[in-house]
């Protein structure tokens, strides 16, 4: 056996337990596999690594190029992100708890596979449930109106659960659950979890959950004890998103449509991190933004009217 069938084979056998590879390089001739294997803490913290050398051939590379080991490649790219918290969902009991689950769940198939809201190409790129809610990752081609998404999100949800109360004969029932949600673009990478799924993490996820939970205290605070739902927080870095959005809003006041920004200021967050939110409160229940339509700061984009 020449020494490149055996590199091929030890590359195939310590593949298995490849979680993360941070690099594949050629050098010199071999090919350089560089994998994570964990994390030193001390003054900085400091990513271990195993540098594997491999005797290059073209049966390697195609190897290394399958989407088995391309999938485990750390490539962390700007994604717009959404967090949706259910508002009240602990005080469920665990019957009560499937239903909202299922109810949140076929409005997100919903809002993810409507023309009129995501366009015929579905725009997101993982759901990551969080048991009373979920965090969206769009795809990378999105960063730049993700911020549109969260109209749709809260229309779908609503008019979803009316329609099933109008199916269940329920129609004078006009209280539903509502939902909180928060906006950001940051850095995200996909990763095979415990459960052998994909999954998404980074520090775009981090930013996001921190917006939703320094957010609504802080709003909490400025209403004198409410605390809202049909409510979405974002940082001052999505401002230029929201410039048209609000524009939009101010057009629609004469129609009993309501949209507010609330500006939280900065907030200190843990980690000595200072964040500067803002906050779109009473999103409207049955209109959304047309999310496949690009806007620019001096335009005011569209609306698409949802029916229960």
């Given at each position: 056996?020449?020494?490149e069938?055996?590199s091929l084979?030890?590359?195939?056998a310590n593949?298995k337990?490849?979680?993360?590879?941070?690099?594949i390089r050629?050098?010199d001739g071999?090919t350089?596999v560089?994998?994570?294997?964990?994390l030193?803490l001390?003054?900085?913290?400091?990513v271990?690594?195993d540098?594997?050398?491999?005797?290059k051939?073209?049966?390697?590379?195609?190897?290394?190029?399958?989407?088995e080991?391309?999938q485990?490649l750390y490539r962390?790219?700007k994604?717009?992100?959404v967090l949706?918290?259910?508002?009240d969902?602990?005080?469920?009991?665990?019957?009560?708890?499937s239903?909202i689950?299922?109810m949140?769940?076929?409005?997100l198939?919903?809002?993810?596979?409507?023309?009129?809201?995501?366009?015929?190409?579905?725009?997101i790129?993982?759901?990551?449930?969080?048991?009373?809610?979920?965090f969206?990752v769009?795809?990378?081609n999105?960063?730049?109106?993700?911020?549109q998404?969260?109209f749709?999100?809260?229309s779908s949800?609503?008019c979803?659960?009316?329609k099933?109360?109008r199916k269940?004969?329920k129609?004078?029932?006009?209280?539903v659950?509502?939902?909180r949600?928060?906006?950001h673009v940051?850095d995200?990478?996909f990763?095979v979890?415990?459960?052998?799924?994909?999954?998404?993490?980074g520090?775009?996820?981090?930013?996001?959950?921190r917006i939703?939970q320094?957010g609504?205290?802080?709003?909490?605070?400025?209403l004198n004890g409410?605390?809202p739902?049909?409510t979405?927080?974002?940082?001052?870095?999505?401002?230029?998103?929201a410039q048209p959005?609000?524009?939009?809003?101010e057009?629609?006041?004469?129609?009993?449509?309501?949209?507010?920004?609330?500006d939280?200021?900065?907030v200190?967050a843990?980690?000595?991190l200072?964040?500067e939110l803002?906050?779109?409160?009473?999103?409207p229940?049955?209109?959304?933004?047309t999310?496949?339509?690009?806007?620019?700061p001096?335009?005011?984009?569209?609306l698409?009217s949802?029916s229960?």
């Open positions: 056996m020449t020494k069938q055996i084979e030890n590359a195939r593949a337990k490849w979680h993360k590879v941070l690099e050629d050098d071999h350089l560089t994998v994570v294997r964990g030193s001390g003054e900085e913290p400091l271990l690594a540098a594997l050398k491999y005797a051939s073209p049966e390697l590379d195609a190897f290394l190029a399958s989407p080991i391309q485990k962390p790219s994604r717009g992100i949706v918290d259910v508002a969902y602990s005080t469920f009991d665990t019957r009560g708890q239903a689950l299922t949140f769940y076929e409005s198939q919903l809002a993810k596979f409507s023309q009129d809201v995501f366009s015929r190409e579905p725009n790129d993982q759901i990551v449930p969080t048991g009373d809610g979920c969206i769009f795809k990378p999105v960063t730049s109106r993700v911020l998404s969260v749709s999100i809260q949800f609503y979803h659960q009316k099933l109360l269940n004969g129609e004078s029932i006009t209280k659950l509502g939902i949600l928060a906006c940051g995200v990478d990763i979890d415990a459960a052998g799924n994909r999954n998404a993490y520090t775009g996820m981090n930013e996001t959950a939703l320094y609504r205290p802080t709003l909490k605070e400025k409410e605390d739902t049909g979405a927080f974002f940082s001052s870095e999505l401002d230029l998103q959005l609000i524009r939009r809003f057009q629609l006041q004469s129609k009993n449509i309501e949209v507010k920004l609330v939280l200021g900065k200190n843990k980690h000595d200072e964040l803002r906050c779109f409160v009473n999103l229940n049955h209109v959304s933004f999310f496949d339509s690009v806007i620019k001096d335009e005011a984009p569209p698409t949802f229960e």
